[in-house]
């Protein structure tokens, strides 16, 4: 009896463990799929639109860091077709495409960092510039060196994060007046972002990817009281 009474006890435990072991994995599958994107900025855009920029390119990103991990090397971010088109995922019942894939490629960012952190090999200047700013470390301001170059000419890329920064900067401090921070793309300068653009510079989405990029540092720096 005290045999049968043990073996009882003994199955009893391994049933509990097991129900246990189960709701860790449930919970854990939860947690995976309903991770929560608070540490990420809002840009405005449907709550639809930012998860699911946010998800895919957070997705696509681990699977690029991982694949250079084990390779023992690492990319800069605009090297990838991912994360140049930004739109796994996108419909346009979403809402703006471009917003879309703000979000998309700041997740990208993060996942492949997760992933393929920076210390696992050296990083040349450029990249290493990019990694800075991206976790938002120091204050770029007018140097232009330390913005992303997308492509196209200098005077397109130095026309566009001029006219973004000073637009940027002058929105800044104006809320920093009121006591309110908004988001960009409450702006409409900023939705358009063609300010002093001329088709003589070249392509025009280009520029305004440029633009917008100038205008958030600005806007940042002047909310910042620079």
Known sequence: MRTKGSSHRIAA?????????????????Q????????GYPNWGGTYDLRQTALNAGFNEGSKEGRDDRARNRRSAYSSFSGYQKATSDYSSKL????LYRRYYR?????GYDTENPPQFQSIDRDRDN???????????????DRYD???GSYQLRQTALNAGYNEGIKQGRNDRKRGRQRSY?????????TTDYSSKLGDRELYRRYYREGF???YQDGWNGY
Request: glycine share 12%.
């Open 130 to 144: 990019d990694r800075n700013r991206d976790n938002n470390r120091g204050r770029r301001g007018r140097n232009w």
């Open 13 to 29: 435990i391994i049933f509990v463990l097991s129900l246990l072991s189960g709701l860790g994995i449930v919970a854990h599958g």
């Open 149 to 151: 170059n997308f492509g």
């Open 216 to 218: 958030e540092n600005g």
């Open 185 to 193: 793309s409450e702006f409409s300068s900023y939705q358009n972002a």
């Open 31 to 38: 947690d995976r799929r309903n991770r929560r994107w608070d």
């Open 95 to 98: 809402g703006d495409r471009e």
């Open 106 to 110: 700041r997740a990208f960012e993060s």
